[in-house]
């Protein structure tokens, strides 16, 4: 920060002489533009979260600037030390438009050894820049025990490595051997309730997790409709996240697979059956001839498929208490209800919307409409209902909105009672009730003429609301039968109107048609420029080391690629159709093994261990070659 400063500050420094009257404004100028610059300061902790006790890892300290005066970092408490720090330093620099940016950062890596199981935090790092002393976060390791298993089942790491060749290495999702069985404790799933026994319509969740000591790279599967059961599926779009748990006396990766929000419909003993789950779960041929390999006829790589089945689940559903209340509406959880109405003024035969707001969490989509009471002399209408509600781990969260459309007949006042909601709480294990706001509403004599209501009995006002309706009064309007519209100059006009309508029609769907003709070579076009943009996207990822989303990226851009380019619906997309379609547009071979070899690559190095940096950067150059290659022959 010093190198950026200093020769402002000489700049100053001159104007201050040069112009003397200035000096204390052009002084101000310069506080303000060195405050910025010192407050950019950030120093970024990167560690693991999860450890297993006796492995060797690294805690790095990324500066953002290289003006470091000082730098130090506090004791490592249940950490042993091994080496550290070493120092590296990085710049970059770009011009874009004739902007010039430049950037500089440096970074202090201690190796250091997981002492004994427990959490421990990695120090603070404080580092004093311009005259400034900036402060880093200190994040939480967990440290695992070792894995029971560890040197049985040890198996080949990522790289190379050897079983055993590191001691007191836990069990890791390890790269199997062809034809190597995979038993039920290096892949399974486990299942939890957040309840056992609940109350008819109390929701429940249950987590399916993946433990895995081998290489998953995909799995299908999930919870069929049951009967007795209201489902739903928490977060049906989540990106699963390979932590490491100890379970079991053994270190496996973990992540959550699916989770359900489950409303019983029925009381009694349920059971929610196995599930069936199918993985694909990559193991290494070592026996593959190299040469076959270059050839395109074999690969060290095979995918084989597991299955893995879900345990059961038993729920103890108890019924709701008797005796129910009549206006009970069916919901079970926590609600309020509230309303607003308008007008309270109006016409007779004017419209008037009371609406009515239920919030809470539970059983929502699955309760009834609020019921009115309505004046005799109000014709109405049923609700309009908005679901505003998402789904959490308490069930279903939000508001439901209901709109009820109600038209007086006559002049008067008229009392709208207040609306009564009750639920039962299965927390306080009784019913509740929630009222909403009683309104009054004043109707004035409609257009017309109408009869005061003040003058009818309430039988006859409830035979005119559900019989007959009132007849309208006033000057009548009459039309000559002589007027004829058969041939007169409206009907002409109207008719060339609707002719040249017509033809503009014609026109717009005619210069429709040619455009979507043309869709595919325009989709073909742009599938260079949009992987490109991924790419640039996966980049900064990489640059961020955030391993999952980057690999996620390359992914889209590899299969966007070729979906763009070929015309392949994505519902469509598979390594045999791509190879298919690009040998039939004569793509040699070698380039179409690399192709999908690099999809292979991408997808093996999301759930497997190794050193992140370079196997992206790796990963990168091969989807980054690949991908001109391709567009040079397509």
């Known amino acids: 920060m010093c190198s950026l400063q200093s020769p402002l500050q000489r700049y100053m420094h001159r104007s201050l002489r040069a112009q003397g009257g200035r000096a204390s ?14 407050a950019q300061v950030r120093i970024n902790v990167q560690a693991p979260s999860e450890v297993v006790e006796g492995d060797r890892f690294r805690i790095s300290y990324v500066v953002n600037t290289s003006d470091i005066d000082d730098f130090q970092v506090g004791e490592f408490e249940g950490i042993d030390l091994l080496y550290g720090p070493a120092r590296s330093q990085s710049s970059s620099f770009s011009m874009v438009n004739g902007k010039t940016t430049s950037s500089s950062s440096v970074t202090f890596t201690y190796t250091v050894s997981a002492a004994k199981a427990g959490s421990v935090h990695v120090p603070m790092a404080k ?50 051997e062809v034809g190597e069985r995979i038993t039920n404790k290096d892949l399974f799933i486990a299942v939890t309730a957040s309840k056992k026994r609940v109350f008819e319509q109390e929701a429940i969740l249950l987590t399916y997790k993946l433990y895995t000591l081998v290489n998953v790279t995909e799995m299908t599967g999930g919870i069929p409709e049951l009967d007795g059961f209201h489902i739903q599926e928490l977060n049906p779009n989540r990106q699963p996240e390979l932590k490491l748990e100890h379970f079991n006396g053994r270190n496996y990766n973990a992540c959550i697979w699916k989770q359900y929000v489950v409303f019983p419909q029925m009381t009694g003993r349920l059971s929610i059956p196995e599930i069936k789950f199918v993985a694909n779960v990559v193991q290494v041929n070592r026996s ?101 509600t998402r789904i959490g781990a308490s069930g279903s969260t939000g508001q439901m909105i209901y709109d009820y459309i109600a038209v007086p007949r006559h002049q008067g006042k008229f009392d709208v009672p207040a609306v009564e909601f009750c ?39 409830e035979l005119l609301n559900s019989d007959i309706r009132y007849i309208k009064t006033g000057q009548a309007q009459y039309q000559s039968t002589d007027t004829r519209f058969m ?54 990822l990489m640059a961020q080391n955030d391993a999952t989303a980057f690999y996620e990226e390359t992914m889209k851009a590899l299969w966007g690629y070729v979906g763009d380019k070929l015309n392949i619906a994505v519902s469509e997309l598979s390594k045999d ?43 990168y150059a091969s989807a980054e070659q690949v991908i001109g290659n391709l567009n040079d022959k397509l």
């Open 423 to 461: 639920y039962f709480d299965p927390d306080a294990r009784a019913y509740k009730t929630a009222k909403a706001e009683p309104y009054t509403v004043d109707v004035a004599k409609g257009k017309g003429g109408g009869t005061s209501s003040s003058n009818l009995t309430k039988e006859e006002v």
């Open 487 to 540: 041939g007169s100059r409206r009907y002409w006009a109207m008719y060339a109107v609707a002719l040249v309508a017509f033809l503009v029609l014609v026109a717009v769907f005619r210069r429709y048609a040619v455009s979507s003709a043309d869709l595919v070579r325009q989709r073909g076009r742009g599938a260079n420029k949009a992987a490109t943009r991924r790419l640039k996207t996966a980049r900064k």
């Open 127 to 176: 580092v004093v820049s311009g005259g400034n002393t900036y402060k880093s976060a200190s994040p939480t390791i967990t440290i695992l025990p070792g894995g029971s298993h560890s040197h049985a089942q040890g198996g080949a790491q990522q790289g190379g490595g050897q079983p055993g060749a590191h001691s007191g290495v836990p069990d890791r999702v390890r790269t199997q």
């Open 288 to 388: 593959a001839d190299p040469f076959d390999i270059f050839f395109g006829g074999g690969s060290t790589r095979l995918e084989v498929k597991k299955t893995v089945m879900a345990p059961a689940v038993v729920l103890d559903v108890d019924a709701l208490p008797t005796p129910r209340p009549t206006n009970f509406s069916g919901a079970v959880g926590k609600f309020s209800i509230a309303s607003t109405m308008t007008p309270l003024a109006l016409n007779a035969n004017d419209a008037t919307t009371l609406r009515l707001t239920v919030t809470g969490t539970g059983n929502m989509k699955l309760i009834k409409a609020p019921t009115v009471e309505w004046p005799k002399d109000f014709e109405h209408y049923d609700p309009k209902v908005e679901d505003k």
């Open 25 to 38: 404004l052009l002084l101000l100028l310069l506080l303000f533009l060195s405050v910025p610059l010192s």
């Open 577 to 619: 159709n791509v190879r298919e379609r690009l040998d039939a547009r004569g793509v040699p071979a070698e380039l179409i093994d690399q192709f999908l070899r690099t999809l292979d690559d991408c997808e093996f190095a999301r759930f497997a261990p190794g050193d992140p940096a370079v196997t992206m950067d790796k990963i």
